[in-house]
């Protein structure tokens, strides 16, 4: 999507859980397509966010938090959307738990 009717949102999230929640609210409930929403790390760790969350949180035996998880930094999830779609997207993010949301 190039045009000037469009416009890239970016959030950031602390938790896999909380990226994934954003985007399932984007396809599912607001209708964006899926191929427009992108997740990485914000830096160049891999990662599954800054804390323990979902999977993360108990190991096999489910008797304590797992020590592996890749907690090394933050992630970021951009959309691609038209600019009418870009309130309803800013939503989606801050009701998944977004620490940061910006455009360009």
């Not at 609210?25 to 607001?30: D, K, P, S």
């Not at 790390?41 to 993360?56: E, I, L, V």
């Not at 489910?62 to 691609?80: I, N, P």
Request: charged share 30%; aromatic share 4%.
């Amino acid at each position: 999507m190039s045009n000037d009717n469009v416009k890239t949102l970016i959030a950031t999230f602390d938790t896999r859980e909380a990226a994934d929640r954003a985007i399932e609210h984007l396809v599912q409930q607001y209708g964006i397509d899926r191929s427009d929403v992108f997740v990485e790390a914000t830096g160049s760790d891999n990662t599954a966010g800054t804390q323990p969350s979902g999977g993360d949180v108990e190991n096999r035996e489910g008797d304590g938090v797992r020590t592996d998880a890749a907690l090394e930094g933050q992630l970021q999830v951009s959309v691609d959307l038209a600019l009418e779609d870009v309130d309803k997207a800013q939503a989606a993010f801050r009701d998944a738990g977004a620490r940061d949301v910006s455009s360009r």
